[in-house]
């Protein structure tokens, strides 16, 4: 479902936006880009949760931490 909204953009990323935006329209093209903006926000979101969990943990799991890590990385790139 589409919603109108106002927004303002500045000039420049309108610019960039026109010149990125290929055989789509603008608008798909800025619902495209926020998309990416909040899955980016998302992911260092949970990278801070799982850095205070594991700066909370004893120093001697750093295997699992690091394991972790791992796992965590390749289930978010399959998304």
């Given amino acids: 479902m589409k919603e109108a909204r106002s927004f303002t953009i500045s000039r420049d990323v309108l610019a ?24 980016l926000e998302r992911r260092e979101r949970l990278e801070q949760e799982a850095e205070k969990f594991f700066t909370k943990q004893d120093e001697s799991s750093s295997r699992e931490r690091a394991a972790y890590h791992k796992v965590s990385r390749r289930t978010l790139s399959r998304e």
């Avoid at 960039?16 to 899955?39: F, H, P, Q, Y």
């Fill in 16 to 39: 960039e936006i026109a010149d990125t935006r290929g055989a789509g329209s603008t608008s798909e093209r800025v619902n495209e880009l926020l998309k990416r903006a909040l899955d």
